[in-house]
Structure formats: C-alpha cells, structure tokens
C-alpha cells in the first residue's frame, strides 16, 4: 500500500480551514478517545501556536489511516525518577551544568480503526515519526525522543527501542536516546 505523509501545517496553508476539520474528523480511534479527540478538536489550535506538529497518513485513496504529532521537549534532570547513569546518558557532552536537556515529544500516534494491522503496523508509524525526528535531529541535535504511554502499550514501545524511565500520572515516560 501506498502512503503518503501530508503535514497539517501545509494543508491548512492550502485549505480552507473548516475543509481540513471535515477531513480530521473522519479519523476514528475508540481505542483512545483523547488520540481521536486531539485530531478533531486540538491539532488545529496547536498547529497555529506551533505547540506542536501533526502529520497525517494518507491512503490512496486520499483516506487518513493513522497519524502522530511531534513536539520540542525537555527533560528535567531535578526529577528525581531518574537514575544516576540515566541522568549522565541524557545528558550526553556539555551538558554537564544543564538542569533541562532538550528533546524531541512523540504527542499523539495512532492508526484509524478501520485499517489493518497488515496494512499499517504501529511500528510503521512509529518508524515515520522517528525518521522525520532523525532528520530534524541531523540538523540541529537534541538528545532524546520521549513517549508517555498506557500500559498496554508499554511492550510495543520496548520493541521499538524505547526504555522506561519514569512515570506520572499512570502514564508511563520513555525514552529512546540519539
Ligand atoms: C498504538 C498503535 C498504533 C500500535 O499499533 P500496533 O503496533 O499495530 O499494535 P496493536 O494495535 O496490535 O496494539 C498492541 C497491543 O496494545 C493494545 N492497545 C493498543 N492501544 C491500546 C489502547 N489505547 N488501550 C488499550 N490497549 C491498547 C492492543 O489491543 C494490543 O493488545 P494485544 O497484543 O493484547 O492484542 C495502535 O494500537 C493504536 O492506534 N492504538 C490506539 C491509539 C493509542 O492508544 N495511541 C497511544 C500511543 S502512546
């Protein structure tokens, strides 16, 4: 199958807004009502604030299959989750004095309940928000990408190179380092 990813942010440089909402709200995710919720009613807002970036996955058949949204970050080293070579690994050279270490947030990911497993793996999903996080990684650094996750997820993000480094509010904070 082939997939293209469309930035929201070039559809709604090309697009009527209300056009882009209809087309939002055609994702479904009862899985995650706040995954399904965020695309309806918050990926707009925090477009235009630049709180966030949100990529669609697009069918051939011009259908939203799955999504996710990128965000900067940063790790406070005060938290007191963290263990010591936890601490030195995010900080990596020259951050020795640093209190927050900059990053990069996977905010939302999620494939749309009528597609198939078969068709678009989560792992794919993920696969294309790291490899976008990587180019922008390439150009300007930044030490880590971070995840909250439930967990049920928590075995799908282990697989995928993440490990756990803390947890706050039942969620839990992954990592996966640079
Ligand atoms: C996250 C996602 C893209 C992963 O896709 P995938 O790698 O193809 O894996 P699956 O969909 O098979 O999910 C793996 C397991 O987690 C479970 N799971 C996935 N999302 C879940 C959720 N929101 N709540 C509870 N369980 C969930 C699945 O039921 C499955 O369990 P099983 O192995 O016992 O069958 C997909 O599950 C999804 O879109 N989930 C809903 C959105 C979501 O919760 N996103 C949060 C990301 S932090």
Redesign the pocket.
Known sequence: MKINIISLFDLLDTYDEKEVEIKLSTFL?V??LS?QNFLHKNSIPYEKSGTARTFLLVNEQKSII?YYSLALNTISIGDSQLSHSMEHKIRGVGNSFADHIPGFL?G????HDECE?AD????N??NYAIDQLTEIHNKIGGRFIL????D??L???NQNGFIKVGRKNKLNIMIKLF
């Open positions: 995710c899985k995650n995954v799955g996977i939302q990911l999620a494939r497993k678009l793996d989560g792992s999903i993920l995840i909250h996750c439930i049920d997820l075995a799908f993000y």
